[in-house]
């Protein structure tokens, strides 16, 4: 149980673009997700963290609206990066906690984001 | 006050030995601490998660150790084996006041390598 995905794994996209990152709780509905970059070979810095039906709180220094979040559902969250540049490619994980569980967060695959 | 530290930042194990990764904190506050696994490419995996009412946890080959005093926690995996070769991530959390959610503060990662 507690399965979380992420689509896409891969995103190529040229610079000024926007890319729609998508993360998923299959198998709990998710009160809380989260969504955290991470950098090679470095820890994960959370961005964000989106309650459904409400507003995302961002951390010190993200951007919002670069980063735009959106959690319209208990099952998805999307993370969009608009006008991405290349300082933007990145290794972007989302993560999301069940209500039942309130200290536990599943993890997605990821998705790497390379912005040329 | 919010950093985990995290030692050593990377580790060679012969299989079948014990690897030993250990964090610190600060923030007396922190409630929950859990240790992620991560392979490259991939998102992190919970492995094993302490509650500091506790001072010792074990699932399988993992075990976490508790120190409230010294405010450190270590994973110790016994029989390493070589499929244990990843990255590994401590994380402290607790009650956000303002936001009523667990966020993790992570470390700044270990990289196991456990020989054949």
């Known amino acids: 149980g507690a399965v979380v995905s992420q689509h896409p794994s891969w995103v190529i996209c040229k610079s000024g673009t926007s890319v729609k990152i998508e993360c998923r709780s299959l198998?709990?509905?998710?009160?809380?997700m989260f969504w955290y970059r991470q950098f090679p070979k470095q820890s994960l810095m959370l961005m964000a963290t989106?309650?459904?039906?409400?507003?995302?709180?961002?951390e010190q220094g993200v951007e919002k609206d670069k980063f735009l979040i959106n959690h319209a559902s208990l099952t998805l969250s999307t993370l969009t990066v608009t006008s991405a540049h290349p300082e933007d490619s990145s290794f972007y994980i989302c993560?999301?906690?069940?209500?039942?569980?309130?200290?536990?967060?599943?993890f997605g695959p990821g998705t790497r984001l390379l912005v040329l | 006050q919010q950093q985990v530290k995290q030692s050593p930042q990377s580790l060679i194990v012969q299989k079948g030995g014990i690897s030993i990764i250990n964090c610190a904190y600060e923030?007396?506050?922190?409630?929950?601490f859990p240790w992620y696994q991560q392979f490259p490419g991939k998102g992190p995996a919970l492995l094993i998660a302490?509650?500091?009412?506790?001072s010792e946890k074990k699932e399988g080959r993992f075990t976490i150790s508790f120190n409230k005093s010294a405010k450190q926690f270590s994973l110790h995996i016994m029989d390493s084996q070589p499929g244990d070769s990843a990255t590994y991530f401590c994380?402290?959390?607790?009650?956000?006041?303002?936001?009523?959610?667990?966020?993790?503060?992570f470390g700044t990662g270990t990289r196991l390598k456990v020989l054949a």
């Open positions: 923030n007396t506050a922190f409630d929950y």
């Open positions: 302490i509650r500091p009412d506790v």
């Open positions: 198998d709990f509905q998710a009160t809380t």
């Open positions: 994380a402290a959390s607790s009650l956000s006041g303002t936001s009523g959610t667990y966020k993790y503060i």
């Open positions: 989106s309650n459904e039906g409400s507003k995302a709180t961002y």
């Open positions: 993560s999301a906690r069940s209500a039942g569980a309130q200290e536990t967060q599943y």
